[in-house]
């Protein structure tokens, strides 16, 4: 009996000792390397405009069909102011009309009618001299109900990349002066994550959980962090 509990008892220390020689070495890798968060930022210049037009046109109760009328000759118009300026039918989209009534004190009084157009084009110039062109605008016969200009990045998915590279470079330079400081050397790379991008105006502080893209700025800055953990040796 006793001998059973010996070996058992032995048993258990053997494989105590096992589990702590683990913990040992799991400790002692983890020892053995550094986190750090490294930031990207990058000045960059929108290269697509979007220019969002709405017209409006406003009726009584009984002539409604009348909203869809005056729309449909502002929309000519439209059309041919831009055209004039050297825009395509393919850089022109145009959403359907849509209405709702107007209410006064003794209830509805008529009718509001709008029709929004966009615009994109790579010419950022052209697109701005055309929306703050109002002289020209007004002798076309238009009157726009509301006008405003966006601004994009095409090929976002390649400046992601771009601002990843940078961000991780800048947390490896980090981990070398961290390294330096104990008298270690930074080795390869264990792991990465990338932090939420940030498109926003030059100089703003603005930050979101979620991200940020700011379209009403031509000139945009760029900004990610990446968590990154390095080998030390």
Known sequence: MNSKIAFILSGALIISSILFGMFVVVSRQQEKSVRVVGLGTKNVVSDIAKW???LGQNTGIGNQQDGYRFLKKDLEKLAKFLKSNGIEDKDITVDPVTSYPNYGTNGITGYVFTQKISVKTTD???IEKMALDTDSISSSGLVLQNSTIEYFISDLAALKSEMLAIAT????????????SA?????????????IFQIRQPLSNEISDYGVYDTS???KEVAVTVNAVFKLE
């Open 124 to 126: 950022l110039l052209k």
């Open 169 to 180: 470079s800048d947390a490896k330079a980090r981990a070398v002066e961290i390294a330096k």
């Open 52 to 54: 969002t037009i709405v």
């Open 217 to 219: 700025s031509k000139q």
């Open 183 to 195: 008298g270690n050397k930074v080795g390869n790379l264990i792991s990465a994550k990338s932090g």
